[in-house]
Structures are given as structure tokens and as C-alpha cells.
T-cell receptor, first 113, second 112 residues
């Protein structure tokens, strides 16, 4: 009965080699978020989709892109991973923006060699 | 933009004692305040939240209080147990906004 699913749970990539992380949800929520989290720091929002409307955070590097082909799926593409991109990537969903509760997936831990 | 500060950054308590974590926020328009618990290597999980139309909310051993005038809110854990050991994050958002603003986190260690 998992609600927010992320695959893979662990991803190893090489410096500069494109990588895609995936997220799916069974909640039929309108909003899907991608966060980057390092070393027990607070999650840092990269961007979110409100339905099909993409919203990028001002400080998200161009190296990070996202796609949402339908309500259930959302992808995070890292075009040229650097060593500093090694982190936990968390997907979250909410029914709406604003004051709606966000539900997090289990995360994908990315290692860049 | 919104800024959320969280204190302390680490908290060590004896099993059975209470733990209190405090957060302050800057945007008076914020009106939703969730608390997330994150165990090592796992996802943040919502443990309790409060909206600005109430001043306190309880769920078993966990309670949250909100002071809108002072723009601060607190998490109270009573009768702490070793399984309460984790990192706790407070956050704030507003109806017209589009994201949560997180505090820096508090690492709680409950010693048996």
C-alpha cells in the first residue's frame, strides 16, 4: 500500500554520466515535488509540478531537469552529475499547494564516482 | 521569503524525560506548521501538524503549540523512548505559497 514510490533506492553513476530518478504515486495528488537532502540537512526544494505546470526554484542548477508525463509519474534528470550532487533525492506529493500536507517517498540515494 | 529557525540543533534526553524543540518563523502570513521525523536513511514522516486557527494540538505523547503573535511554535514529546531518537524538522507554509520552508533540524538522542 505504498503511496509514494521511488526507484531505484540506490543509484551509482559516474561523474558526468546522465542519470534519471523516478517517482510514482498512488494518491492522485496534483502536486509533485523533488527535494535534495545532504547529510541530515533539511530537504532543499529543487522544483515542483502543479499538475502539468512546472515551477523551478531560483537557485536550482540548470543541471537538474524534471518531467511529469502524467499524474502518477515524475522524473528527475541530472544531465551531468558532479561529485557535489551526491545526496538523497526525495520525492513528495500533496493534494494541492499551500497548506496541504506533503507525503514523502523513501528517497533515492545517489552516489557519484 | 519565509525563514524558519529551529533550536536546539541537538538534544540529548534521558528515557522517560520530556523533549522540547522550538521554531520561529518570519512570515506572518504562514498558517500551516507541520513537524516531520526522519530516522537515519529513511523518509521524513509527518508526525503532527497545526494550523493557525488553533493554539495547541496533541496526539498521544506528542503535542505542538503555536503562538501566532510571537511567530513561534514548539514540539513537545513526553515520556521519551529510545525509538524517538531521530532528526526532527519543523516547517511552515501559507495558503498562497507553493512550498514548505524547513527549519534546520534537531537531532534528538534518547538515552536508555
Amino acid at each position: 500500500d505504498a503511496m509514494v514510490i521511488q526507484n531505484p533506492r540506490y543509484q551509482v553513476t559516474q561523474f558526468g554520466k546522465p542519470v534519471t530518478l523516478s517517482c510514482s504515486q498512488t494518491l492522485n495528488h496534483n502536486v509533485m515535488y523533488w527535494y535534495q537532502q545532504k547529510s541530515s540537512q533539511a530537504p532543499k526544494l529543487l522544483f515542483h509540478y502543479y499538475d502539468k505546470d512546472f515551477n523551478n526554484e531560483a537557485d536550482t542548477p540548470d543541471n537538474f531537469q524534471s518531467r511529469r508525463p502524467n499524474t502518477s509519474f515524475c522524473f528527475l534528470d541530472i544531465r551531468s552529475p558532479g561529485l557535489g550532487d551526491a545526496a538523497m533525492y526525495l520525492c513528495a506529493t500533496s493534494r494541492d499547494r499551500g497548506t496541504e500536507t506533503q507525503y514523502f517517498g523513501p528517497g533515492t540515494r545517489l552516489l557519484v564516482l | 521569503g519565509e525563514n524558519v529557525e529551529q533550536h536546539p540543533s541537538t538534544l540529548s534526553v534521558q528515557e522517560g524525560d520530556s523533549a522540547v524543540i522550538k521554531c520561529t518563523y518570519s512570515d506572518s502570513a504562514s498558517n500551516y506548521f507541520p513537524w516531520y521525523k526522519q530516522e537515519l536513511g529513511k523518509r521524513p514522516q509527518l508526525i503532527i501538524d497545526i494550523r493557525s486557527n488553533v493554539g495547541e494540538k496533541k496526539d498521544q505523547r506528542i503535542a505542538v503549540t503555536l503562538n501566532k503573535t510571537a511567530k513561534h511554535f514548539s514540539l513537545h514529546i513526553t515520556e521519551t523512548q529510545p525509538e524517538d531518537s531521530a532528526v526532527y524538522f519543523c516547517a511552515a507554509s501559507k495558503a498562497a505559497g507553493n512550498k514548505l520552508t524547513f527549519g534546520g533540524g534537531t537531532r534528538v538522542l534518547v538515552k536508555p
